[in-house]
């Protein structure tokens, strides 16, 4: 059973940084990704990553977003920069049955959202 917990959202100002957290069990060595979804916007991949660590993310938030996974303390990270009020949304981290090919995955395991406003 797939079990996942986001934290780390919260209210910032335009350029400040943010690390989200969300606590996995029950995932093994699935495809781990973060997704956002905006007001008014459908949900959106940000970033991914791959059982053997190899990484991809969203030409939006490139070179300012890095995921990261703790496997000792299965949890999976999302490191946020520079962020603007653009990136305001709730995110979610989820979990694919597949290992490889994150990007294009389906995910099937989803955790509550934390939300990150930035004004």
């Known amino acids: 059973h797939v079990q996942l917990v986001e934290s780390g959202g919260g209210s910032v100002q335009a350029g400040e940084s943010l690390r989200l957290t969300c606590e996995v069990s029950g995932a093994g060595n699935s495809c781990m990704g973060w997704f956002r979804q905006a007001p008014g916007k459908t949900r959106e991949g940000i970033a991914a990553?791959?059982?053997?660590?190899?990484?991809s993310v969203a030409a939006a938030v490139k070179g300012r977003f890095t995921i990261s996974k703790d496997n000792a303390k299965n949890t999976l990270y999302l490191q946020m920069s520079s962020l603007t009020p653009e990136d305001t949304g709730i995110y979610y981290c989820?979990?694919?049955?597949?290992?490889?090919?994150?990007?294009?995955?389906?995910?099937?395991?989803w955790g509550q959202g934390t939300q990150v406003t930035v004004s």
């Open positions: 989820a979990a694919s049955p597949w290992t490889t090919s994150c990007h294009l995955a389906p995910y099937n395991y």
């Open positions: 990553i791959e059982s053997d660590g190899s990484t």
